[in-house]
């Protein structure tokens, strides 16, 4: 059996005109620090803490309901009551995207439920 190379340049020619219409900035890296689901009868979910260098976190969270979901991202110190970077609510059927500057550190990410325990949510935090 003898393989063609021609599927194979046009393949590799293919890839190479897509990659040159996707804007590239060095350094643009978005990664994925943590990602919580929060489900029906569960009071709350949290991160461990992360470590981040300094720039922007992004905190994305979608509350598919019915009640309201809190958000908050810790930062860490040395005592029971740490300070937040950011926290809030979304209310049902809600989708929340928060860009917020932090130096670097270290970050807890956490999303309670309603009182009822009814709500279900995703909360997606990145640098």
């Given amino acids: 059996m003898r393989l063609s190379f021609v599927p194979v340049r046009a393949f590799a020619a293919a890839l190479v005109m897509i990659l040159s ?17 929060l489900d029906v009868g569960t009071p709350s979910v949290w991160s461990g803490w992360e470590s ?55 970050y807890m990410f956490k999303l309670d439920n309603d009182s009822q325990l009814a709500s279900r949510a995703i909360g997606v935090f990145s640098q």
């Fill in 21 to 37: 219409l996707v804007p590239f900035e060095a350094g643009a890296e978005v990664r994925v620090v943590h990602s919580l689901r």
């Fill in 52 to 106: 981040l260098s300094a720039g922007d976190l992004r905190v994305s969270i979608h509350n598919e309901g019915p009640g309201m979901v809190t958000f908050y991202v810790f930062m860490h110190c040395d005592h029971l009551q740490c300070p937040t970077l950011v926290n809030g609510q979304v209310k049902a059927g809600e989708r929340v995207q928060i860009d917020v500057a932090h130096p670097a550190g270290k």
